[in-house]
């Protein structure tokens, strides 16, 4: 049994809202305690926002860099991310940021990074937060 940690992108709102539904209807069981799943769950949220690119003035999570945190029975944890552009001068280095961030929060256990192109990246994925700081209304 796994746990994803919801990414919020707005063009993609109403199909979560469906998403959930139709998850709230499924019994699921988890070897972790729903108390650690959600105290986890919010660690690495807190931990992802402390990883910024270093060209832009905004964390990785807000600019929606993030698509898929999937936290597993063994407290491994698997992220979906992409880059800015596949040119970003940092990509070298921020999948590196995000594992040793989200590798630093107790409890969680191995941490795997997997940086894809597909669906490309576009503003639209900015929270409100990352607007305002980047001036993007």
Same mark, same amino acid.
Request: charge should be negative.
């Given at each position: =049994?796994?746990?994803?940690?919801?990414?919020? @992108?707005?063009?993609?709102? +109403?199909?979560?809202?469906?998403?959930?539904?139709?998850? @709230?209807?499924?019994e699921?069981? @988890?070897?972790?305690?729903?108390?650690?799943?959600?105290?986890? @769950?919010?660690?690495?949220?807190?931990?992802?926002?402390? +990883?910024?690119?270093?060209?832009?003035?905004?964390?990785?999570?807000?600019?929606?860099?993030?698509?898929? +945190?999937?936290?597993?029975?063994?407290?491994?944890?698997?992220?979906?991310?992409?880059?800015?552009? !596949?040119?970003? !001068?940092?990509?070298?280095?921020?999948?590196? =940021?995000?594992?040793?961030a989200?590798?630093?929060? !107790?409890g969680?256990?191995?941490?795997?990074?997997?940086?894809?192109?597909?669906?490309?990246?576009?503003?639209?994925?900015?929270?409100?937060?990352?607007?305002?700081?980047?001036? =993007?209304?």
């Amino acid at each position: =049994m796994t746990d994803t940690v919801e990414v919020k @992108s707005p063009e993609k709102d +109403v199909e979560a809202k469906d998403q959930q539904a139709k998850a @709230s209807n499924m019994e699921t069981q @988890s070897a972790l305690p729903p108390e650690e799943t959600e105290r986890l @769950s919010g660690d690495i949220i807190a931990a992802l926002k402390t +990883v910024f690119d270093p060209e832009i003035p905004a964390d990785i999570y807000e600019l929606g860099l993030i698509y898929k +945190v999937e936290l597993k029975d063994d407290r491994s944890v698997d992220l979906v991310m992409t880059l800015t552009t !596949p040119n970003c !001068p940092a990509a070298g280095e921020l999948p590196q =940021m995000v594992e040793n961030a989200v590798a630093s929060v !107790p409890g969680v256990g191995v941490v795997n990074v997997n940086l894809v192109w597909d669906p490309a990246w576009t503003p639209d994925r900015m929270s409100d937060e990352a607007r305002l700081v980047l001036n =993007m209304w």
